[in-house]
């Protein structure tokens, strides 16, 4: 098992040194889904949400999310992000829209936390847009799916991964 970074050799939190690592182009996947009724996402797929296109203001909220998440995750370094994207597909029998946030930067660390931020508020405004009409959506299975660069080289989630 991988040593913990986030700790000093008394157990105390710190922000991870970076500054003799040297930059390189890093990329990070994270997926989640929103279930709801079919009822509700085809009212989203039709744009009839009162609160307006669900799916627009869930992509600028993921966005603006990847951009913050340094204010927002404590021991997170504030990063330049060189791309956000947020990718929304429906499956409309089952009633969930899958949420896919791909994050880069040409920097000293990774930018996992980014994408896994970009996506969690991307289906929390879902649900935010969506609740007066069901309150019994559920926000799931937000991961990991792919990291590449840096020193720890690749990772790519695999159907029976469980660290």
Known sequence: ?????????????????????PETERLAVARGEVQMHPATLSRI??????????????????????????????????LLLTAVALDFTPDPERGIIMIEARVKVCGKTGVEMEA??????????????????DRGMTIRTIGLQEKHG????????????HE
Do not use: Q
């Open 116 to 133: 896994l931020h970009a996506v969690s508020a991307a289906a929390l405004t879902i649900y935010d847009m969506c609740k007066a009409i």
């Open 150 to 161: 840096g020193k720890s080289g690749s990772f790519v989630r695999s159907d029976d991964h």
């Open 45 to 78: 797929l039709d744009r009839t949400i009162e609160k307006g296109d669900v799916l627009g203001v869930a992509r600028l909220a993921g966005i603006m999310a990847a951009k913050k998440t340094a204010e927002i995750i404590p021991l997170c370094h504030p």
């Open 1 to 21: 098992m991988n040593r913990l970074t986030h700790f000093d050799d008394e157990g105390r939190a710190v922000m991870v040194e970076v500054g003799a690592k």
